[in-house]
Nanobody, 125 residues
């Protein structure tokens, strides 16, 4: 059974950086699509970025393009989200999620079947 564990959250000042890690264990035969999502209090969970299961094709929400970078280390079974130039509006609980798909990875929560427990990111001066 696939399990995901996030780490790397914390508090940072505006303009700072954080690197989130999603550790994947118990994976099925195929490496899944992995997505990063976030949810601020009182808001819907939104897709931030995803990386395809086979290729290194990636997608980003417009709000994070040019600031966030997703990457994967197959040997370590980890997916990373490097977050630079953080803004107060990036404050949220960040989740990684997974699903087995055959087309480009999705930024929609409904496609994802496995979720991590989340890690808090706070951007404040």
């Amino acid at each position: 059974q696939l399990q995901l564990v996030e780490s790397g959250g914390g508090s940072v000042q505006p303009g700072g950086s954080l690197k989130l890690t999603c550790s994947v264990s118990g994976q099925p035969l195929d490496w899944p699509h992995i997505g990063w999502f976030r949810q601020a209090p009182g808001t819907e969970r939104e897709g931030v970025s995803c990386i395809m299961r086979v290729s290194d094709s990636t997608r980003y929400a417009d709000s994070v393009k040019g600031r966030f970078t997703i990457g994967r280390d197959d040997a370590k079974k980890m997916v990373y989200l490097q977050m630079n130039n953080l803004k107060p509006e990036d404050t949220a609980v960040y989740y990684c999620a997974a699903y087995i798909g055959s087309t480009a990875c999705s930024l929609l929560t409904r496609h994802y079947t496995t979720w991590g427990q989340g890690t808090q990111v706070t951007v404040s001066s």
